[in-house]
């Protein structure tokens, strides 16, 4: 398995510190707000990660953390009059509400920075110790970044660059522009802890290095994230924890790319943002975790109505193959180990229609996922699957019964095609204003009208049920159905 590495800037194997063993720390949410898109994004991305390591064979430990204390959450807390507590956990089980309807794991730990006090303390009073740290006059403890030779090899940055446009705020007591706050001293009406240098509570860079560390031990295989936190967030995680420990902080470094509107990122600073629950409204889980898998993860992607109809439009493609087949009817197969992807075979792609053989199909899926998790070229696999499924519909049912087998075991490996294809491509609740028994009714109709060969009648009720969002779809077993659309209806 070949995965691109930030910090080396190209392509690597895999090559877990513990044979058959994965660690992976991701940075999660700092839960202030319903979570957006590119909150979505991260989450999908390594729910697809954690996935398709475990199918690789790997014995995988996956935490994702949850900040909890933050000056933005203490911000909204005093705007809304609700206790930071409060706010917190109204919002973390809004985050799993979400994340759950976008088919998303959870991780085997979600630590949160509360929790993680002991942790934290320690590891500033580690910095302290050793020289990386120094408490200032104004009750703050900050990160010396002149004593980490290493700074900046994250991001690619140089020091002298960094310090060249740094600022100062002047209630600040650094020693140097660059240096990072570790320990914030309290300030009225906020909530503080404990601490050797009065009370306080933990800067944002300092959570993450605790919580990671404290989880996954001091060098762990795999961190994650979005891209805006390679620096400064991920670039200090390194100084602080390496500083810390002696010991390299993650051997690989993997980042999400932006979600995009009109090409330009989308965050809440330029108000260009779309909560996840509010694009559920309109389109289902599913849909949104094609959107973001069609497009490989560290590529950036535009969020669009074009863009999540074409996720939509790839998806009914899918399930309109699977549709009508039982895929129980095929003979048991063996589910092909993932190394064969290894042993060479026909590479991924979606090109002229070809004859593979279901191993050919798994190979190239399994090739792909491989190469730096490839979730573009796996859709391909999958769309040639349905294109073989459609030609053997016929001529050869147990043969489509088992590549529909395949498709579902492939899908369900990225969190798709698990659903029953009807229901998918009907959707949810009434069309139009016409419900599924309606609909079924207005159908019979129409077969009774074209075997009376009243085809007047027959295009009525087609125009009819096509102006509420129903597309009919004659083939040799009869007619059958789709909301055109397949849109979620709006519940509020």
């Avoid at 600040?172 to 990072?180: T, V």
């Avoid at 419900?435 to 295009?459: G, H, N, P, V, Y």
């Amino acid at each position: 398995m070949q995965i691109y590495n930030t910090l080396t800037g190209k392509k690597a194997p895999l090559e877990p510190l513990e044979p058959g063993k994965v660690r992976l720390y991701v940075c999660g949410i700092t839960v202030y707000d319903f979570c957006h898109i590119g909150h979505a994004r991260m989450a999908v991305v390594f729910d697809m990660v954690s996935r398709w390591l475990r199918v690789a064979g790997y014995d995988l430990t996956y935490v994702r953390n949850t900040t909890d204390i933050d000056d933005k959450i203490i911000k909204r807390a005093d705007e809304v009059g609700e206790s930071i507590t409060a706010l917190s956990e109204r919002f973390i089980e809004a985050m799993n509400e979400d994340f759950e309807r976008l088919g998303i794991i959870r991780p085997d730990a979600e630590p949160r920075a509360t929790r993680s006090m002991p942790a934290i303390l320690t590891m500033i009073e580690t910095l302290i110790e050793k020289g990386h740290a120094y408490a200032a006059d104004n009750g703050d403890v900050y990160y010396d970044v002149s004593t980490f030779d290493g700074y900046g090899k994250l991001s690619g940055k140089k020091v002298d660059d960094l310090r060249s446009g740094a600022r100062v705020d002047v209630n600040e007591a650094k020693d140097d522009p660059l240096d990072f706050v570790l320990w914030k001293a309290a300030k009225a009406g906020e909530p503080a802890w404990e601490s050797p240098w009065g009370q306080g509570r933990p800067g944002w860079h300092i959570e993450c290095s605790a919580m990671a560390t404290e989880c996954l031990g001091d060098t762990f295989d795999i961190h994650g994230g979005g891209v805006d936190l390679k620096f400064p967030h991920h670039e200090n995680e390194i100084a602080q924890s390496e500083g810390a420990t002696d010991a390299p902080f993650a051997t690989t470094w993997m980042h999400n790319g932006f979600v995009n509107v009109d090409n330009e990122k989308m965050s809440k600073s330029l108000g260009n943002f779309f909560t996840i629950r509010d694009v559920l409204k309109r389109y289902r889980g599913e849909e949104i975790r094609a959107f973001i898998l069609l497009s490989h993860y560290r590529s950036p992607v535009n969020y669009s109505d074009a863009s999540l109809d074409a996720a939509r439009a790839a998806l009914t493609r899918l399930y309109t193959a699977m549709r009508g087949i039982d895929p129980t009817i095929a003979t048991p197969r063996a589910s092909l180990p993932p190394v064969l992807a290894e042993r060479g075979g026909a590479s991924g792609g979606s090109g002229a229609p070809r004859r593979d053989s279901l191993e050919d199909f798994q190979r190239r899926f399994f090739e792909a996922m491989n190469d730096d998790f490839n979730t573009p070229v796996a859709f391909a696999v999958l769309f040639d699957l349905a294109r073989e499924v459609n030609r053997l519909r016929d001529e050869n049912p147990a043969a489509a019964s088992a590549h529909v087998a395949l498709m579902r075991e492939l899908g369900g490996h990225l969190g798709f095609l698990q659903d029953d294809p009807d229901a998918y491509l009907r959707g949810q609740g009434a069309a139009g204003g016409l419900d599924d028994t309606a609909i079924e009714a207005l159908i019979e109709q129409r077969t009774a009208a074209r075997k009376a060969k009243d085809f007047a009648e027959s295009d009525r009720i087609r125009d009819e049920l096509a102006a509420a969002g129903i597309t009919l779809e004659d083939g040799a077993a009869g007619t059958t159905w789709r909301r055109g659309q397949n849109k979620v209806p709006d519940t509020e």
